[in-house]
């Protein structure tokens, strides 16, 4: 067996568990690995390395919130949809519009969402957001009530390929994606629309 001063050895390492992990992993976990022999500084290089030896294959090596992955390249979902033809979860115009609030004005309370859209928001609303992972209370704000603060999470960075909230497109392209992907021009939905969602 190589010895751990060998480069290549521990970027095999590397790779390795990257490749075998269902999650992304931080450096702090990667550093785990090694125990006190590699610094952070060491790791970052090897991922620097690994990153660029992928590159151009149908697989990359990439960073994220929570930490570093595999995945396959974007090109390639619509062969490897075929291997698995369930049909993703469909989420309402009111959940995603929920999402997209808490996401750029976070940290924000339920009152506030619902004075931003215009319309009472559902607790189904904000559970399917919850269980999904991408929401969570951070701390409640210091008024009568103490309504709970709601921010995303790593794993919705994650989920959308992010590093940070600073990758999410600005809100005037994303509201010209919504016009153009349904034709309406703005009217906002019906707080009975939150009802109809399916995860």
């Known amino acids: 067996m190589s010895t751990v001063l060998d480069l290549d050895y521990l970027q095999t390492v590397l790779e390795t568990a990257l490749l075998t992990a269902h999650e992304p992993l931080s450096v702090g976990a990667l550093k785990r690995l090694f125990g006190d022999e590699v610094g952070a500084a060491q790791i970052n290089e090897m991922l620097d390395e690994l990153q ?13 919130s929570s930490g ?29 519009e ?30 399917t957001l919850l269980e999904r992972g ?3 209370v951070i701390g409640h704000k210091d008024v009568p009530g103490r309504p709970g603060l709601y921010a995303t999470t790593r794993k919705f960075l994650d989920d959308l390929g992010f590093q940070s909230l600073r990758d999410l497109p600005p809100l005037a392209e994303l509201g010209s994606l919504v016009i153009a992907e349904d034709g309406d021009t703005g009217a906002l939905p019906l707080a009975d629309e939150a009802e109809n969602l399916t995860d």
């Open 98 to 127: 929920t999402l997209a609030i808490i996401a750029y004005k976070q940290p924000v309370t339920r009152g506030d969402i619902e004075a931003i859209r215009g319309v009472s928001v559902s607790t189904g609303v904000m559970q």
């Open 68 to 96: 570093w992955r595999f995945r396959a390249r974007a090109e390639f979902t619509p062969y490897l949809a075929r291997l698995n033809p369930e049909r993703p979860p469909r989420y309402s115009r009111a959940v995603m």
């Open 52 to 64: 660029g030896a992928w590159r151009g294959r149908g697989v990359e090596l990439v960073r994220l």
């Open 134 to 136: 991408w929401i969570e």
